[in-house]
């Protein structure tokens, strides 16, 4: 399983430890280039109620995808029509706006083609973050996951990511658990996905490719990006 030398965003030692409500792996400040996504693993079924709750909270450049799996506990939210840069100047045209929920480039008239502000990057990656504290308020996360996209140059991971990488065992066990019960593709994508935001020699490593040979004969289409349950 590939992995890569990681940069992480080095920041002042806090006077007080963050308080994080559950791993969040590939926080930080993303590059990105076509496209935007973020997977979200709830440790029980979510309900049709808490659903519409929670994508009605997503950031509008991860709405326009949504679709759930393994029994309503993965979400899977972003954009891939190759213009993610515009939905962000959309959504945030000031750098300042809340914008949650569902929207089309119809009406958007762009004032360049060019990528989107730094300031409007960064008030998409604090909407992200809110986000994903607000869907574990609803119901409590496993872990959330958002993959680099290598061709906008990766991602320089934050304090969230950091303190994951640490704290992601609890995470794992939960997902050993799921894969003892039912293997599917589903689950391959998302621990296949911490194993590519982990370094190389994260002990957490070991664990990861006992739970993808467990889910091996869902390699064709899940390291594809498709489930096969």
């Known amino acids: 399983m590939a992995s890569r030398k990681h940069k992480t965003t080095k920041t002042k030692t806090a006077a007080s ?31 049709p109620s808490e659903k519409k709750r929670i994508s009605a909270l997503l950031p509008m450049p991860l709405a326009e995808l949504v679709g759930w799996s393994e029994a309503n506990r993965i979400l899977d ?11 962000i100047q959309s959504a945030y045209p000031t750098g300042k706006e809340r914008a949650r929920g569902k929207s089309t480039l119809k009406n958007f008239r762009p004032t360049t083609t060019e990528e989107a502000s730094a300031t409007q990057l960064d008030h998409f990656e604090d ?5 994903v504290r607000e869907a574990h308020a609803i119901v409590p996360l496993t872990i959330a996951l958002r993959d680099e996209d290598l061709e ?16 992601v065992a609890s995470a794992l066990d939960s997902l050993a658990a ?13 621990v296949t996905a911490i194993g590519r935001l982990l370094p190389e020699r994260h002990p957490s490593q070991k664990p990861i490719a006992q739970l ?10 899940a ?5 096969d349950e």
């Open 178 to 190: 799921l894969v003892a019960r039912k293997p599917s593709g589903a689950l391959r994508s998302v």
């Open 17 to 47: 430890t963050p308080s994080y409500p559950a791993p969040f792996l590939g926080e930080g400040a993303a590059g990105y280039f076509e496209s935007a996504g973020l997977t979200l693993v709830f440790s029980r079924p979510v309900t």
């Open 77 to 87: 939210a972003g954009n891939d029509d190759q213009f993610i840069h515009l939905h």
């Open 212 to 221: 993808l040979a467990k889910t091996a004969k869902f390699a064709r289409h």
């Open 152 to 167: 906008g140059g990766g991602t320089s991971f934050g304090p969230w990511h950091t303190w994951s990488e640490k704290n």
């Open 223 to 227: 390291d594809d990006g498709e489930d």
């Open 127 to 131: 909407e992200t973050r809110a986000f």
